[in-house]
Nanobody, 120 residues
Framework: QLQASGGGLVQAGGSLRLSCAAS????????MAWFRQAPGKEREFVAA????????QFDDSVKGRFTIARDNNKNSVYLQMNSLKPEDTAVYYC???????????????WGQGTLVTVSS
């Protein structure tokens, strides 16, 4: 129900924009979020946005560098990542849930993940 795209290889300091497309029904009911999982680490929260887009939240590690946005006409959510660092390397997952949260457990719908690799 969620399809993430936009990952790739980028040098440190560069930018990438991740996209996540959802079905209309899934998207309209859900708060949306991005999580990431680096090799050997647990999945961690990156950013979240409410159904209307009026509330957004970011993990401290990405504040000021990443932005999240949603286009309700296109049933899509985006993660703009600027000033990327090697420690941002991970598989990034988009998620949708009925309740806005920073916890992965509150999200019922998940995309397949897209790999972001930041070289130093």
């Amino acid at each position: 129900q969620l399809q993430a795209s936009g990952g790739g290889l980028v040098q440190a300091g560069g930018s990438l924009r991740l996209s996540c497309a959802a079905s209309a029904r899934t998207f309209s009911l859900n708060a949306m979020a991005w999580f990431r999982q680096a090799p050997g680490k647990e999945r961690e929260f990156v950013a979240a946005i409410t159904t209307t887009g009026n509330i957004q939240q970011f993990d401290d590690s990405v504040k000021g560098r990443f932005t999240i946005a949603r286009d309700n006409n296109k049933n899509s959510v985006y993660l703009q990542m600027n000033s990327l660092k090697p420690e941002d390397t991970a598989v990034y997952y988009c998620a949708g849930g009925y309740y806005y949260s920073t916890s992965a457990f509150r999200y019922e719908h998940w995309g397949q993940g897209t790999l972001v690799t930041v070289s130093s």
